[in-house]
């Protein structure tokens, strides 16, 4: 079944609610994002995108193949006289290959939030707080030039958020995960998790403080084994610098199913002792004060002491460090150049040091100058290398590999054409 004939049903239920709920229906509010384009590779073929094996993320300007795409829409369903409102969330996501006018292979569509959420559910300590239940984006945090949700819990779930506590607010969330493997269903191999997070602690002038402890333990049925695991994470905001832009370092700890660090997948084959810790960091600036750039940077730290090997024998135990910065100078308020370097390596425990190098150079005609003024279209080309150990380490066919479009050299271009937004 394609993703046309599985969207009938949901088209029809649609049009069959039309004439009932036209007269009644709340405003909705649409909201989205996309990011689409056409590229190539030096010497031919389609446009190639860099990452290292062991890297979990990319640099992504110049550097993102596919075309992806959320439609979100919302709408307040009901407002009692104390204030409470009560909303609804939706949103589906889409991935293509970008091949194509008319595309149904390798097309993913998936319904990312489907929730209710009572605001300002209320009086005191309540007065502010949340109440929610479904599937959901929830509180994530990122680096946007490498795409990098280093802080992120989404999926099924319920919780209340933004409890008043004097200092700070408290929010809890229960969530859920369940993952298949060879032998047995995702309804059958669960993990029930706890995230507790005090946020918005001050600490000092436009600085605060947030620590989270994600508890996960094993819920699935007898004789299906997979781990518990905890994870703690310390993570300190700085608004109000360079013109309205602001610094983030996060500190995170992770053990057994944590021991991945991805709250929203975490790992269902992972011994109960693994365990990894990891420091990010993330700077923002914009123009103002006689100047006219923008731009972001980012550096990552990341330890992993794991079980296991790769399939060349490599341990999963090493080292992630990751550098970018991405600075961008805007001429006018519509014309911009942005480039971007990217460096990544990751140190095996028991293997050879990978390494890669990615820069973009960008012209971009937007909607502001800001960094996160959108839309945006750019041009860009974009320049990478990486190392013998990157290249032995790279699944076959993959960019980096010697069956890759690149063949035995390390090295490649790529350039092309993107337009980003979201609303």
């Known amino acids: ?134 599937k959901r984006y929830y509180d994530r945090h990122d680096v946007h030039i490498n795409d990098f949700y280093f802080w992120s819990n989404s999926g099924p779930g319920a919780g209340i958020e933004d409890i008043n506590v004097g200092l700070g607010k408290l929010s809890y969330a229960l969530r859920r995960n369940g993952e298949k493997s060879e032998t047995v269903s995702a309804e059958r191999r669960q993990l029930l998790g706890h995230d507790i997070r005090w946020k918005d602690i001050p600490v000092n002038p436009e600085g605060a403080l947030t620590v989270g402890l994600d508890l996960r333990h094993r819920h699935s049925d007898k004789g299906v084994k997979n781990p518990g695991g905890q994870g703690l994470t310390v993570m300190h905001t700085q608004k109000g610098l360079f013109n309205g832009g602001y610094n983030k370092a996060a500190l995170q700890f992770g053990k057994g199913a944590l021991s991945n660090l991805d709250h929203s997948f975490p790992s269902f084959d992972a011994d109960k002792s693994d365990k990894s810790w990891r420091l990010v960091e993330s700077l923002v600036w914009q123009p103002g004060n006689g100047s006219r750039w923008s731009g972001m940077a980012t550096l990552v730290y990341e330890d992993r002491d794991l079980t296991g090997s790769y399939d060349n024998g490599d341990s999963k135990s090493g080292r992630w460090i990751s550098f970018g910065v991405r600075p961008v100078y805007h001429f006018t308020d519509r014309w911009s150049l942005a480039s971007e370097l990217g460096l990544d390596q990751f140190k095996p425990e028991d293997g050879a040091n990978r390494k890669l190098t990615k820069l973009t150079v960008a012209a971009q005609y937007g909607s502001g100058a800001n960094f996160w003024a959108r839309p945006v279209i750019r041009a860009f080309w974009t320049h990478a290398r990486w190392n013998r150990a990157g290249q032995d380490a790279a699944k076959a066919g993959e960019t980096l590999s010697d069956t890759g479009i690149f063949g035995s050299s390390r090295k490649g271009n790529t350039f092309g054409v993107q337009a980003e937004v979201w609303w």
């Open 1 to 134: 079944m394609n993703i046309h004939t599985r969207l009938l049903p949901l088209a029809a239920a649609l049009l069959a609610a039309l004439p009932a709920a036209a007269q009644k229906a709340p405003p909705v509010d649409f909201h989205g994002y996309f990011r689409a384009g056409v590229g190539a590779s030096g010497g031919g073929g389609d446009q190639a995108c860099f990452q290292l094996a062991g890297a979990t993320k990319k640099y992504r300007l110049g550097n993102e193949c596919e075309a992806y795409g959320e439609l979100e829409l919302d709408a307040t369903v009901h407002e009692t006289p104390g204030g409470s409102r009560f909303k609804i969330g939706t949103m589906l996501a889409l991935v293509m290959p970008n091949h194509s006018d008319w595309e149904s292979d390798n097309v993913t569509l998936n319904w990312r939030e489907a929730f209710v959420a009572v605001e300002k559910m209320g009086e005191g300590a309540f007065a502010d707080a949340t109440l929610w239940a479904g």
